[in-house]
Nanobody, 125 residues
């Protein structure tokens, strides 16, 4: 069992930046692929980005390419999402996700075994 706890959400103006963190419990974190999804009001949850177990491979949704960067620190059991050039359409609850298989797909999606509870990101215009 893996527990995921997100932090770092908040209110920011358009064009600003935020860094989200996701701290994971358990000794198997370094074998899991990790990712972020988001869900805006009235919309379905959507994939944002994923990173493989080693941090060597990533896959991004087209909507965030060039603006968001995922990274991980296996020594700290933490994955990060650096979000730059934020837009009002980035407003959503952001969820951390873990995949036991460890690898990322070649297309922008991810299998999820564990979810975090989410953190709110609001971008004002």
């Amino acid at each position: 069992q893996v527990q995921l706890v997100e932090s770092g959400g908040g209110l920011v103006q358009a064009g600003g930046s935020l860094r989200l963190s996701c701290a994971a419990s358990g000794r198997t974190f370094s074998t899991y692929a990790m990712g972020w999804f988001r869900q805006a009001p009235g919309k379905e949850r959507e994939f944002v980005v994923a990173i493989n177990w080693s941090g060597g491979n990533t896959v991004y949704a087209d909507s965030v390419k060039g603006r968001f960067t995922i990274s991980r620190d296996n020594a700290k059991n933490t994955v990060y999402l650096q979000m730059n050039s934020l837009k009002p359409e980035d407003t959503a609850v952001y969820y951390c996700a873990a995949d036991r298989r460890g690898y990322v797909m070649t297309r922008p999606t991810m299998t999820v075994d564990y979810w975090g509870q989410g953190t709110q990101v609001t971008v004002s215009s």
